[in-house]
């Protein structure tokens, strides 16, 4: 028993060491894997005021740009009522007590990632705004990524510029669809996997998401095709896909609540 | 609670508010970012208690990853750093280490630059192993590695000149 006290005493120092680096190997490890890192995150109260606080300076460098792309969604939106054969607005009664099929909540980025292979993306919107887990965000030109964690305040987002990101999408001409990976070389080009090959393919041609999980709805852009090969079994497609959104540069995004997504997840449980 | 202590202190936290505000969101030429704030492991007294000095650089680095949303790499990295520091400063300054004479606010450049490489080399190996913790992406571990080395290198050695204290 002395020796073994003596041993500790002796070895404080590498004990000590040994046992940090293994947390640290914990906390890395658990970052690696989805939906796991809990406890390393920048959603608390006080890094999520730091981030606040730089965001409220350098907000107003931006300001022409965000102007300009509001007004860019503004004009999108205006088109897309009077092709409907509304003449103005206003005249729009919209009812509220009927259930939407989806929920939008606006938010605006405070930390944005696009240099590592795991980025995350913290918004200034939280459990009391209700945004809550597994909830899409996109902005006005395509999707950015799913909300991974959230606190009282404040919420993450896995951008889909993350090896541990795999979101459904498919071509918008045709019902073939694959899932959307990241490689980690270029931020504004992620990868279409697993699209069969009896699929008719386009350099140019959009990609969208098609509404296969409760997370997106179908139809929210996310690029177009730059290149495309088949991989080495000659049975699936590999593409590269160019983002219509700049992810080096966002500034608001919208959060998508789907009002049936517990409907849907009962109903899928039941065959279980 | 002397002097000293208070400017170990206040170096820490300009350290990281300067690292997480600023210097995270460089991205020259793309991807690089240099991560200056492993000055303040340079930097630490010599004689500092073995096992304080480890568990401080550790929360240092846990501080940095919880603002980069990065797990454990930095907290990693800091923490090998901190505990081979020794070795580097033996390496690099032979006997003069040995007999505690070093000061570190006052050396010459070239055993600066020679400790400084020493030490961010390690420190960006350990970390960008981790942070991509794939061996599949050795070479683009290695590119990383090399000029984001490069990149903290100069800044840090930029730094260490430009912020010497002029009293020692």
């Not at chain 1, 296969?212 to 699936?236: E, M, V």
């Not at chain 2, 480890?54 to 790499?73: A, K, N, P, Q, R």
């Not at chain 2, 080399?121 to 981790?130: A, E, G, Y």
């Amino acid at each position: 028993m002395q020796q073994i006290i003596n041993f500790l005493i002796r070895n404080k120092h590498s004990l000590l060491f040994l046992l940090l680096l293994f947390v640290s190997i914990i906390f890395t490890i658990q970052s690696h894997s989805y939906h796991k890192s809990k406890f390393v995150s920048s959603t608390n109260f006080i890094s999520g005021r730091i981030y606040r606080w730089q965001h409220s300076v350098s907000d107003y460098f931006n300001l022409k740009s965000e102007n300009k792309r509001l007004l860019e969604e503004n004009e999108r939106l205006h088109n897309i009522v009077s092709a409907m054969g509304v003449d103005s607005i206003s005249a729009t009664y919209v009812d509220t007590t009927f259930a939407k099929p989806f929920s939008y909540t606006k938010a605006r980025i405070l930390k944005n990632d696009y240099s590592k292979i795991d980025n995350y993306i913290l918004i200034n919107k939280g459990e009391k705004d209700s945004i809550f887990p597994d909830m899409g965000i996109i902005t006005d030109k395509g999707i950015i990524g799913i909300v991974e964690n959230t606190s009282k305040n404040y919420s993450r987002v896995i951008s889909i510029l993350n090896s541990n990101s795999r979101i459904n999408a498919g071509l918008k001409k045709s019902n073939q669809y694959g899932s959307l990976i990241w490689n980690g070389k270029d931020p504004n080009i992620v990868q279409l996997e697993t699209v069969p090959r009896q699929a008719i393919l386009k350099e140019g041609d959009t990609i969208i998401t098609h509404g296969r999980s409760t997370i997106f709805p179908r139809g929210i852009g996310i690029g177009t095709i730059l290149n495309y090969k088949l991989d080495q079994n000659k049975s699936y497609y590999l593409i590269d896909v160019k983002l219509f959104n700049d992810m080096t540069d966002i500034g608001f995004v919208y959060a998508i609540k789907n009002n049936n997504a517990e409907e849907i997840k009962s109903l899928e449980n039941l065959d279980l | 609670m002397n002097r000293d202590t208070l400017i170990h202190i206040g170096r820490f936290i300009i350290l990281i508010l300067v690292q997480v505000l600023v210097l995270n969101h460089i991205n020259f030429l793309g991807d690089l970012n240099p991560y200056i704030y492993i000055i303040f492991i340079l930097l630490a007294p010599i004689n500092i208690n073995k096992s304080l000095f480890l568990l401080i650089s550790f929360i240092l680095g846990l501080i940095i990853d919880i603002f980069g949303d990065s797990g454990g790499v930095h907290a990693a990295a800091c923490l090998i750093i901190a505990f081979f520091r020794p070795v580097a400063l033996r390496t690099v300054f032979g006997l003069s280490y040995e007999f505690q004479t070093v000061k570190l606010s006052n050396i010459a450049f070239g055993e600066k630059l020679a400790y400084v490489t020493l030490m961010v080399l390690t420190h960006h190996i350990v970390l960008f192993s981790l942070e991509i913790f794939n061996f599949s992406h050795i070479l683009l571990i290695a590119k990383k590695t090399l000029f984001s080395s490069l990149f903290t290198i100069v800044i840090t050695t930029l730094v260490l000149i430009l912020f010497r204290r002029s009293d020692s």
